[in-house]
């Protein structure tokens, strides 16, 4: 991977995603403060930890976009961070509901740990064919409400990390304690810096 791969992806990731992290930040502090979609939740709680989780990821380039492009049809990204050995690492995410119970619901957790691997295994793939990256420099990895998915990772080369759903709604209620006043006035008052999309997440 050369300086000039490096580059133009990053020319690439400004020109889809020219938010400021401070933008996406208070984004992100909106939906702690009204948490009607748990996924972005769970997201929320990566962007605003993420030091803590994947420590070596040092800069947002991507959020909820196509690394490849022109071919949003095959897929958008989580989360796309540069880390601080100038590679690319690749997040996606998957709320789990582990509380509920019955037989339906077992396979339905088992559908969604399948399709978050197979989802950034994918993406991986794709962003290495399509940008001329080395898979060396590519890293990948999970991150969800389910503690099981953790041995899935071993032997595929994916990262794997979760936390509790009590855990993540624990943080939620603390958090929004010291929730920024002036984010919580912006969203109120229907502010436009963050917008979440009925089909998604967007930021714009």
């Known amino acids: 991977m050369t300086g000039d791969e490096v580059n133009n992806f990053v020319v690439y ?7 400021s ?19 972005l939740l769970l ?5 605003l930890n993420i030091k803590q989780i994947f420590p070596s990821c040092s800069e947002l ?6 690394p490849i492009a022109d071919y949003t049809d095959l897929g958008k990204c989580d989360f796309v961070y540069l880390t601080s050995f100038g590679k690319i690492f690749i997040v996606e ?3 789990i509901d582990t509380e509920a119970t019955g037989a339906t619901e077992r396979k339905r957790r088992n559908k969604h740990r399948n399709k978050v691997f197979e989802q950034v295994i994918t993406l991986k793939s794709r962003f290495s064919q399509y940008w001329n990256i080395k898979l060396e420099q590519l890293e990948c990895a999970v991150f969800t409400t389910d503690p099981e998915i953790a041995w899935r990772g071993n032997g595929v080369n994916v990262i794997t990390k979760s936390i509790l759903i009590d855990k993540l709604e624990y943080w939620r209620m603390n958090y929004s304690r010291i929730c920024p006043a002036d984010t919580l006035r912006e969203q109120e008052s229907g502010g436009d810096s963050a917008v979440v999309s009925q089909s998604g997440a967007g930021v714009r």
């Open 13 to 19: 990731c400004k020109k889809i995603q020219p938010q």
């Open 21 to 39: 992290q401070e933008n996406i930040k208070r984004f992100f502090e909106g939906v702690i403060a009204f948490p009607y979609d748990k996924e």
């Open 43 to 47: 997201q929320a709680y990566l962007f």
């Open 61 to 66: 380039l991507l959020f909820e976009k196509s």
């Open 93 to 95: 995410t998957k709320f």
